[in-house]
């Protein structure tokens, strides 16, 4: 039997996985004496990216890895697979979300002093069950208040590989008035990314 090409193991394993997988997940595959460089694994990456070109489904590498996933071009067939209509947010845990993401790591109070109006307990609870927020440290001034910052699973979920990746805010612009609520469960173009969740600037 013919021993299968890397990038195809490399396609097998984040099939099975589901989830995002780093090189170094990748190598873990293979035993030490015959493991590829991360270099090789990176190539074989790349590789697989240009064979899946024009396919219905993508390689893309996001904060925690690298994952095979649905590109956005077939999102309005693939989202009637699922009769639960997706989450929706409003527009006050998205703009701390978005505060958040551009100026991280931030304490409540300067969340509440950007957006001029107190901060609800609630938005921040909601931010940090849906993974996105963490606690990253406390600043070093009285009271020592909590700083916050975006995680590596919010990189995942807007299928951003870093912080780098942010838009800049000439770029986004005001979306006005008459949009309270935003639909998240499908990414927006280019969304807000922040630092992955043990280190938000590696």
Request: aromatic share 6%; charged share 25%.
């Amino acid at each position: 039997m013919t021993e299968p090409s890397l990038e195809s193991i490399l396609e097998a394993a984040l099939v099975a996985a589901g989830e995002p997988l780093s090189v170094d997940r990748l190598r873990g595959l293979f035993d030490d004496a015959v493991a590829p460089s991360p270099g090789a694994i990176e190539k074989a990456l790349q590789r697989l990216a240009e064979q899946l070109q024009g396919r219905g489904v993508e390689l893309r590498q996001v904060g925690s890895g690298y994952r095979l996933q649905v590109p956005e071009d077939y999102a309005y067939w693939v989202s009637r697979l699922w009769e639960e209509k997706p989450t929706r947010y409003s527009r006050a845990v998205l703009e701390t979300l978005a505060i958040i993401a551009y100026r991280q790591p931030i304490t409540r109070g300067e969340i509440e002093e950007i957006r001029g109006v107190t901060l609800g307990s609630n938005i921040m609870r909601t931010l940090q069950e849906r993974g996105w927020v963490r606690v990253a440290g406390h600043r070093d001034a009285p009271g020592r208040p909590a700083v916050f910052a975006t995680t590596r699973a919010f990189l995942d979920y807007f299928n951003l590989s870093s912080i780098s990746e942010l838009p800049s805010l000439l770029e986004i612009g005001d979306p006005g008035p008459e949009h309270p609520e935003l639909d998240l469960e499908v990414p927006l173009q280019r969304e807000p990314s922040a630092g992955p969740e043990d280190d938000p600037h590696p």
